[in-house]
């Protein structure tokens, strides 16, 4: 019961303020605009809120991290369940869950100390320009954090694809790598497609690599050497920190908040109910 | 499709299958060197701040010395740590030593010198360097394990600065995620399954469940912000309104695990229970539940794990306050473990990246020991059944 209130709070009292910030600013130039300027909030000038640059460099962030994610991802999965031994599994599987476990605060540190000077040194050597607060480090971070949810989850959905499905195909003289790309991985498509939208869910709404590696100016562009910000970034710029409760910039973290919610949770509910249909289907036919 | 396959001959899909597996063993291999990398560059910056650099002292105790700790004849003084001379009167009244005696010391040595004796990093000029070699061949100034950094909290003069006010600040917030989430889970999953009917309305909790699993940690941030702080006027940076946080985030969890651990208890336990005609009550209170109890352990420390590594939401709560001294109640600002890495990250002195190093090994450690002990829990009872 209790979490069914929690949910309903949740979304409660976020629209609440979130409304308010509606009543002050209007709804279609923050979905709309493209320039983020809050500060002219504080002088006469009325403060602008488009937030079309934040979810862009949001988008942009997770889609770097989405690239490197999803093919390793699925590789190792497809490794793990495949052409790995069984005791191998048994050690590999484990390790592969504890890492989903590292705090996302770890990987921020790695980011911002280790990565992102590698690949302005990187870029230096290749004659290009990248800024300390690249989008490309902050992505790939963010990719190699999902791995480990996204090759576990895929390896759940992949390992619960009958055995004896493949053992027909291998019967019927396909090579071991045909049975697992025109048998095993169309019948676990629907799981493997839930895993990835989780990451994708996860990798919107990641805050820490980004607040630790990203940059607070917004910035529409597709170079990835540049700096960039996010949604979640600059809710927490907006909210760290004393603030009062009803001024526009305190209030737009609210309206972020909220469409950042209703983004996830319309994703989230695509996977679970895939991933649902997915498992009743093998359940019924395992019996 | 195998007329797909068929047009090629055995030779090149043989090949394409050893491609194939090529690829997704590498990708595995891939990320095995990565977590190499990862753990190598955490452990190899952060090592060193186990170990740090002490001054042994004579120092003759005088009135002006307790009045003016910073009067310190001894030539050593500059090398000694600021914040341990401020300390010093302390020490002398805690050891009831008498003016006029001279006892020896072991000062903590100044970030200049730990920094240089480690990494040949400093503000040392040339002349202090060799003064510092000279006195580390003489013994003066010696290398020990690092206790300050678990018996001190925060501090801004860098070799000061310890990790205890944020191990304290995590015990707490997780007393209070745990004692409000585990009760709370638990009866719920109860309640789902074996009291609810099986009907839209608990199907719709259900996927609400699962979504809120995986809703941004952030939102449960402005959720506590807005509800806890704002509407109920909680105390800011307290570690009560960062566990209800985490006990709203972890609930899902516990109640997902919850639920498959009473689902895996036989049926046959509560059927003869039933027949010797206790009732529903009885047979979960009694039966089911002690049998489920290892799974929903398990979720516990998974949950557990989770959300003591949790930072976003705790930083919109005001967890990421400076905090020197040890919460010693709920209501007191305090920090925790990955806020307190996030403050130190953020800290430009160079000395803090080995601090950080070091905090993060800590809080590894604690969510790495935890998932095992999750999952060879998990793996014993799978045994069991």
């Known amino acids: 019961m209790i979490t069914i209130v929690a949910t309903f709070m949740i979304l409660s009292s976020i629209i609440l303020e979130a409304m308010k910030f509606f009543s002050k600013e209007s709804f279609f130039g923050f979905l709309f605009g493209t320039t983020w300027a809050p500060h002219d909030a504080f002088l006469d000038k009325d403060g602008q809120f488009g937030s079309v640059g934040l979810f862009f460099g949001t988008f942009y962030i997770s889609l770097i991290a989405i690239i490197t994610a999803f093919p390793i991802g699925i590789f190792s999965a497809i490794y793990l369940s495949q052409y790995a031994s069984k005791r191998a599994r048994a050690t590999l599987k484990p390790i592969l869950e504890i890492l989903a476990g590292v705090p996302s605060v770890v990987y921020g540190f790695f980011a911002a100390i280790f990565v992102a000077p590698l690949t302005v040194k990187i870029a230096g050597f290749l004659g290009l320009n990248a800024s300390y607060n690249n989008a490309l480090s902050a992505g790939l971070v963010m990719g190699i954090m999902i791995i480990p949810m996204i090759s576990s989850l895929c390896d759940d959905s992949i390992s619960l694809v009958p055995k004896r499905l493949q053992y027909g195909a291998l019967s019927l003289g396909l090579t071991k790598e045909e049975s697992i790309c025109f048998v095993v991985l169309p019948s676990a498509m629907p799981g493997i497609i839930g895993a990835c939208l989780l990451g994708i869910s996860r990798a919107l709404g990641e805050t820490m690599i980004v607040v630790m590696a990203a940059s607070l100016r917004v910035n529409l562009s597709l170079n990835p050497l540049?700096?960039?910000?996010?949604?979640?970034?600059?809710?927490?710029?907006?909210?760290?920190?004393?603030?009062?409760?009803?001024?526009?910039l305190t209030l737009s973290a609210f309206a972020l908040g909220i469409t950042l919610f209703v983004l996830t949770f319309i994703i989230n509910l695509i996977a679970v109910l895939i991933s649902r249909n997915f498992q009743r289907k093998y359940k019924i036919?395992?019996? | 499709m195998i007329g797909l396959i068929s047009k090629e001959t055995l030779k090149t899909r043989r090949l394409k299958s050893k491609i194939f597996k090529l690829v997704s063993m590498s990708s595995f291999v891939f990320c095995v060197i990565f977590l190499a990398f990862f753990l190598f560059s955490l452990i190899s910056s952060g090592i060193g701040e186990f170990k740090r650099y002490y001054i042994n002292v004579d120092i003759l105790i005088t009135e002006k010395l307790i009045q003016n700790p910073y009067s310190l004849p001894n030539v050593e003084k500059k090398y000694i740590s600021r914040a341990w001379l401020r300390n010093l009167p302390n020490?002398?009244?805690q050891e009831d030593i008498n003016i006029g005696e001279t006892k020896s010391f072991l000062a903590t040595a100044n970030a200049d010198v730990d920094g240089f004796l480690k990494h040949n990093f400093t503000k040392l000029n040339g002349e202090e360097i060799k003064e510092v070699m000279k006195l580390q061949k003489q013994g003066i100034i010696v290398s020990k394990f690092n206790k300050d950094f678990f018996t001190r909290g925060d501090s801004k003069i860098p070799e000061n600065a310890g990790f205890l006010s944020a191990i304290v600040g995590s015990v707490l917030v997780m007393i209070v995620a745990m004692g409000?989430?585990?009760?709370?889970?638990?009866?719920?999953?109860?309640?789902?399954?074996?009291?609810?009917k099986d009907n839209k309305f608990t199907k719709f909790i259900e996927i609400n469940i699962n979504n809120l699993n995986a809703v941004p940690s952030i939102i449960f941030g402005l959720l506590g912000l807005s509800v806890f702080i704002n509407f109920f006027g909680m105390p800011r940076s307290s570690a009560l309104v960062g566990g209800i946080v985490l006990a709203i985030m972890s609930l899902p969890v516990i109640i997902v695990s919850t639920r498959s651990a009473l689902r895996i208890v036989p049926e046959s336990i509560s059927q003869a229970g039933y027949s010797l005609g206790l009732t529903k009550f009885q047979v979960i209170f009694g039966h089911v539940l002690p049998n489920a109890f290892g799974g929903i352990l398990t979720g516990l420390i998974m949950a557990l794990a989770g959300a003591i590594g949790?930072?976003?939401?705790?930083?919109?709560?005001?967890?990421?306050?400076?905090?020197?001294?040890?919460a010693t109640s709920l209501l007191n600002p305090s920090t925790v473990m990955p806020a307190q890495i996030y403050i130190w990250s953020s800290s430009p002195e160079r000395i803090y990246i080995e601090k950080t190093s070091a905090a993060i090994l800590v809080l590894l450690f604690t969510v790495f020991a935890l998932n095992l002990v999750a999952i060879m829990l998990r793996n014993r009872i799978n045994k069991k059944v």
């Open chain 2, 310 to 326: 949790e930072t976003a939401p705790l930083m919109i709560v005001g967890m990421i306050a400076f905090v020197p001294e040890i």
């Open chain 1, 226 to 248: 540049e700096d960039m910000t996010t949604v979640t970034v600059k809710i927490v710029e907006v909210l760290s920190g004393d603030q009062e409760f009803n001024n526009s």
């Open chain 2, 91 to 93: 020490l002398i009244k």
């Open chain 1, 285 to 287: 036919s395992n019996l």
């Open chain 2, 180 to 196: 409000l989430a585990f009760p709370i889970g638990v009866a719920s999953a109860i309640y789902l399954e074996k009291f609810a």
